[in-house]
């Protein structure tokens, strides 16, 4: 498993084991009916050092949809939260977790016609491998 996909994997994982958002993470696309959807967005290089090793910062965008505009709102910033404050992050086998902050705060981005608000924010986090 890439550093990449094993980030994606276990950010959701513990995001969800974590904080109270009352539903799971999608990595296939934003349900219609509402929910969360996690992607990796363009990542880049901070560092990179003689023996090849490297420190990226990997963004991770979530979406949301829900048709009540406060408790989309709340999922996400409760997910950008916990992860800006995280102390001790989760141990990885192909990369170290270094730290994650919040590059865009969630917000509204949308509405569909029938009411669903969608929002968005995106979380760096920092790697090394």
Known sequence: MTPQTELLDLLVSTV??????????????????GGIYAELGEGFGE??????????????LFLCRN???KEGLEQLCIISNY???????PEAKSFKWLDSSV???????GRD?????????IVNCKVFY
């Open 113 to 121: 016609e029938d009411g669903v608000y969608h929002f968005s924010c």
């Open 47 to 60: 560092g990179m050092y003689y023996d090849k090793s490297t420190e990226k910062v990997l963004p991770v």
């Open 67 to 69: 048709k009540n505009q």
């Open 83 to 89: 992860l800006q404050r995280l102390k001790k992050y």
């Open 16 to 33: 969800e084991k974590n904080c109270d958002i009352g539903t799971t993470i999608s990595l296939k696309e934003l349900p219609k009916n």
């Open 103 to 109: 590059a865009k705060e969630p917000n509204k981005i």
